[in-house]
């Protein structure tokens, strides 16, 4: 071996050979210059390290051979020696011979190469994803049977719910019986065709969804690396709900604003003789005015006063007849207008104009009892009033019980609190018992003696809580009842408080 020294002694410690390669690592160690017969100790500077090769070399005058590996005066080379005895013809020990090599780079690469070992160790034994290898084993056919489990992390056994002494160096099938087949095919085509294959599992002892990935090693082996996508998966199906509940409410609030109009076209229809009558009276006034007018143009003397005074006047008739038209476009249409800054008591004063035909013709007093300087509200107006209309008429189709009575029905509005106005529709009729009562709001349930479609209370009491409020009714039979809604007021006028 290049590099290797030689040297022997004799029992006394004496030089009886060497050869350069030792001469030439003395020379560089400790700087010392070989003699025949010198002794080898007296070449050692250092005390410590001349204790070390003494005692070395006392264990192979003792019979035995010694195998060391230290380093040696200034230089970092590391030297691994051999110490055996020596014998002379009659068998006795007669000194030692030493032979040394220099395995500096040897160490340097087994150092490297053990402190890699540990490196991947550590990261083999803390990783956080599950790490097994396995090997295939195949039947007479050479068809994969079973495999058996070499080497797992502790992250497998967590994962997989299965102690390591439990499972290492036993096959598949001795830690699952039951395993299926079709599992061992796939791992066997991946060990023997070096195909890797990705997929995910579900294991039903531990509940817990995972992602793995197999590949093939050397040898029928293959290593499999998974990790638990549990959070994943549910994370994935959660939104997955939150998105179907997004589109299945975007499909009601579609489907209750077509309610809404549905309704708000069928009570328009309900109010058509109340209607008719409304827009009559401007119309009938506006063919008297203009008779008259006719009638002064005819006549010899012109009267300007008295024309300017029948035109002012069948202007107003027509500007009433046109509101009432502009406002019926307004609720029949079927989108509405949006969230605007409204005044309540201009809304309930514009539905009372709307249903003030139906009041005369049902003979009901009205009475408003509204409070002034209210704050204004965030509202969709054109729902608000459906809200109202609904309330009111619900008011003018209940029954007096003392038909002596007049029908009478009250309009309150006031602030209820800081946060919210409330406004209450109060008939004098006959009440309701707590079944109907507890009803009332549901869709499709109806008290009306003619049918209807059961559908006002309900798509009024969704509309006022999706504007942030309530809607209730108080009643007790022979007591008349109060349907009541709040909403809340302004935030920015909350602030100003």
């Avoid at 007479?140 to 495999?147: K, L």
């Avoid at 994935?236 to 077509?258: D, I, N, V």
Wanted: glycine content about 6%.
């Amino acid at each position: 071996m290049q590099g290797t020294t030689v040297f022997c002694l004799d029992t006394q410690y004496r030089y009886v050979f060497c050869n350069d390669a030792h001469r030439d690592a003395s020379r560089k160690s400790w700087g010392a210059v070989i003699h025949m017969g010198s002794s080898m100790l007296a070449n050692i500077p250092s005390l410590e390290e001349r204790k070390l090769v003494q005692a070395l070399l006392d264990e192979a005058l003792a019979g035995k051979t010694v195998v060391a590996a230290n380093r040696f005066g200034e230089t970092d080379n590391i030297w691994e020696s051999v110490c055996s005895p020596m014998f002379n013809d009659e068998g006795k020990i007669s000194g030692v011979s030493v032979t040394s090599a220099d395995v500096t780079e040897q160490r340097r690469l087994e150092n490297a190469l053990l402190e890699r070992e540990h490196k991947y160790q550590y990261l083999f034994d803390n990783m956080t994803d599950g790490f097994v290898i396995c090997k295939i084993i195949c039947n007479e056919q050479g068809v994969p049977c079973d495999y058996r489990i070499l080497e797992a992390n502790k992250a497998y056994e967590a994962l997989a719910g299965i102690a390591f002494n439990d499972i290492v160096g036993k096959t598949v099938l001795e830690v699952v019986p039951d395993m299926e087949e079709s599992w061992i095919k796939l791992y066997g085509e991946v060990a023997l065709t070096h195909e890797s294959r990705s997929f995910e599992l579900y294991n039903h002892s531990t509940r817990r969804y995972y992602e793995s990935t197999a590949f093939s090693l050397h040898n029928g082996q293959f290593a499999r690396v998974f990790k638990d996508i549990t959070n994943q998966k549910l994370s994935e199906a959660a939104l997955k709900t939150s998105e179907e509940l997004q589109r299945f409410g975007e499909h009601a609030r579609e489907r209750e604003k077509e309610m809404a109009h549905v309704d708000r076209l069928n009570t328009m229809g309900e109010m058509a003789t109340g209607l008719a009558h409304e827009l009559n009276q401007p119309l009938a006034a506006i063919t008297t005015y203009a008779g008259v007018a006719l009638r002064i143009l005819n006549a010899e003397s012109a009267q300007p006063e008295k024309l300017r005074e029948i035109i002012s006047e069948t202007r107003q008739q027509a500007l009433r007849a046109g509101e009432i038209i502009r406002h019926l476009r307004r609720l029949v249409r079927k989108q509405t207008g949006g969230q605007v800054e409204t005044d309540i008591n201009h809304l309930i004063r514009s539905v009372v104009k709307l249903l003030a035909a139906d009041l005369r013709l049902q003979g009901v007093d009205l009475r408003l009892k509204l409070s002034e300087n209210l704050p204004r509200l965030m509202l969709d107006d054109v729902q608000i009033e459906q809200v109202i209309i609904n309330l009111l008429r619900n008011a003018l189709e209940v029954t007096v019980m003392d038909v002596a009575n007049k029908r009478e029905v009250t309009i309150r509005s006031y602030l209820s609190s800081k946060r919210f106005l409330r406004v209450e529709v109060t008939d004098n009729g006959s009440g309701m018992d707590s079944e109907v009562s507890s009803r009332i709001f549901d869709a499709f349930y109806s008290t009306k003696v003619e049918q209807g479609m059961g559908l006002g209370l309900s798509i009024s009491r969704s509309i006022i809580e999706a504007h942030g409020g309530n809607l209730w009714a108080n009643s007790e039979p022979g007591q008349g009842s109060t349907l009541s809604f709040s909403l809340p007021v302004l935030k920015r006028l909350l602030a100003c408080d």
